[in-house]
């Protein structure tokens, strides 16, 4: 991988992050009296969605902050499971892509089994 993709992906990292950051409005969840049933489940199901949104926000920026972490070692861009080169395309798609598109569709044709 050249030095001048590394950063490429690099910058796309960071900006993801930034926007994936400024998204996150750390309000806390507050469940207003509500006299009426169907109002509070209205409420209490919106805070599950929004929950979940956080939850799964939280694991990207994770994912993110750790192919940052990982951008610059020489190994960066090598599919953890067989060696190859992960494509670049699938990098600059996805910089947290650990694995090769074959490795990946094996994983998961792997999980699709067993469900
Ligand atoms: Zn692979």
Redesign the pocket.
Known sequence: MTNTNRKAIRNHLMHTLSVLSGQDTNEPFVLENCPDETDFASQLTLQGVNLAVRKRRTARIMELENALRRVSDADFGE?E????RIGLARLKANPSAR??V??QSALEDGLNRCA
């Open positions: 599919c499971e067989c060696g190859d694995l090769c074959h490795c």
